[in-house]
């Protein structure tokens, strides 16, 4: 079992819906980050909090925004979705002790469908 | 730019030890050297990392060459629960500070 808690497992959306992915993880790590994998493909990362405040924005388009309410929970609320953004959305955590060099730990993800 | 290069596919026997090679010729001095590996239908989970000096600890063993532009992931007996796709992924400073980019990674087939 991993220590970051990624709510839904599954998120089917239509292109007009308005949907939230959550992340959660009580270890007391004070960076979190938001991945996307496509199918067959390596993790590309999309943005990237320290205490909690956005620190790397990857280009990602405006239709993904993200949300870091306090260290333990990260969201990534979606609107306007395109089935191009069908992917396993991916949250990870790490103490941010020796700052981003510290070992990152993964959720198993969110498997989204956009229809 | 992972600026990392890795096999695409290795094939291992259940208890023999596995190699698996990284190149990073570009690499510069305060860039790590990080592992993680990633299980069907799972995240990706740390294996280890280093920076100048071979490391050690419960999963692996990460050697790293003397100039700093390659290095190996050791499991030291492979198990069927290792099959997996391994990442080799460089940080370090610059514009790529902050930044854990994956690479194509190596899918490790272990045999019973």
């Known amino acids: 079992d991993t220590e970051v808690t990624q709510t839904p497992k599954h998120l089917v959306m239509g292109m007009t819906n308005k949907k939230s992915l959550k992340c959660e993880q009580h270890?007391?790590?004070?960076?979190m980050y938001w991945y996307k994998q496509k199918a067959k493909k390596p993790p590309e990362l999309m943005f990237v909090?320290?205490?909690?405040?956005?620190?790397i924005n990857e280009s990602v388009p405006s239709r993904f925004s993200p949300e870091c309410p306090n260290s333990s929970l990260l969201n990534l609320h979606l609107h306007a979705l395109q089935p191009e953004d069908s992917a396993l959305y991916l949250c990870?955590?790490?103490?941010?002790?020796?700052?981003?060099?510290?070992?990152?730990?993964f959720g198993n993800g969110t498997r989204l469908t956009v229809t | 730019d992972a600026k990392t290069t890795q096999p695409n596919s290795m094939e291992s026997n259940e208890e023999e030890p596995v190699h698996l090679p990284c190149n990073h010729s570009?690499?510069?001095?305060?860039?790590?050297i990080h592992w993680y590996r990633q299980l069907p239908s799972q995240g990706p989970e740390y294996v280890i990392h280093?920076?100048?000096s071979n490391v050690n600890n419960r999963m692996a063993s990460l050697a790293i060459a003397e100039d700093r532009k390659s290095s190996t992931l050791i499991l030291h007996r492979a198990t069927l629960r290792d099959a997996a796709v391994y990442y080799c992924?460089?940080?370090?400073?610059?514009?790529?500070?902050?930044?854990?980019?994956f690479g194509q990674g190596t899918i490790l087939t272990v045999h019973p």
């Open positions: 990870a955590s790490s103490p941010f002790d020796r700052g981003f060099f510290s070992p990152l730990h």
């Open positions: 270890m007391g790590h004070r960076a």
């Open positions: 909090y320290s205490y909690e405040k956005l620190s």
């Open positions: 570009t690499i510069s001095g305060t860039d790590y």
């Open positions: 280093g920076l100048t």
């Open positions: 992924i460089r940080t370090g400073g610059g514009t790529s500070y902050g930044k854990l980019t």
